[in-house]
């Protein structure tokens, strides 16, 4: 999805995306319009997929660490 009001998330750290997420999620039950509440939709759900791959690179580098710093380091057999 594209949407030339977004800002580029590259720009914003983890809890500016997880606040952007709450405030639109507001603004979206506050909207009465279903025109304008399709808009802020299709925003929220940029916002939360961003946050998705977000979350899943850190779990993903966590794991690569763990499997780095393995019993393989702590065995030591002489």
């Known amino acids: 999805m594209f949407n030339p009001l977004v800002d ?3 720009e914003l750290t983890d809890t500016e995306i997880e606040n952007k997420i ?3 999620g507001k603004k979206y039950w ?3 319009n279903p025109q304008l509440q399709a808009q802020i939709a299709t925003i929220l759900e940029m916002y ?3 946050a998705r791959s977000r ?3 850190a779990y993903q580098k966590q794991n690569n ?3 780095d710093n393995g019993l ?3 065995i030591n057999v002489s």
């Open 30 to 32: 506050q909207a009465r």
């Open 22 to 24: 709450i405030e639109l």
């Open 72 to 74: 393989d380091n702590l």
């Open 65 to 67: 660490q763990d499997l």
């Open 48 to 50: 939360k997929e961003e």
């Open 8 to 10: 580029d998330f590259s």
């Open 55 to 57: 979350r899943a690179k």
